[in-house]
Nanobody
């Protein structure tokens, strides 16, 4: 079956960096648009970033633009999220998701598969 396994979360001070990874199995990875979402305590899950199957085109939430970078390695079936200049409001569980489509999407409902999430805590 399809599995998405996130890793790389942890505790970091404001202004610091983390790199999240999401390893996929059970699917033809290069056929899937991949996305990252996050859910802060007491809030709705929200879009962070997405990229096309080739990785050539990316879309970011305004709140992370210029600080976060999404990328993928189709030879390793892995998508990454490099997070720089982290802010305390970035504290959340970060989820990766997979969408079998040509088009990237910022909508949760468009994604078929989800990982279990990895916790990121940014201290002030």
């Amino acid at each position: 079956q399809v599995q998405l396994l996130e890793s790389g979360g942890g505790l970091v001070q404001a202004g610091g960096s983390l790199r999240l990874s999401c390893a996929a199995s059970g699917l033809t990875f290069s056929s899937y648009v991949m996305g990252w979402f996050r859910q802060a305590p007491g809030k709705e899950r929200e879009f962070v970033a997405t990229l096309t199957r080739s990785g050539d085109n990316t879309v970011y939430a305004d709140s992370v633009k210029g600080r976060f970078t999404i990328s993928r390695d189709n030879t390793k079936n892995t998508v990454y999220l490099q997070m720089n200049s982290l802010k305390p409001e970035g504290t959340a569980v970060y989820y990766c998701a997979a969408r079998r489509s040509v088009w990237p999407s910022a909508q949760m409902v468009d994604y078929s598969y989800w990982g279990q999430g990895t916790q990121v805590t940014v201290s002030s």
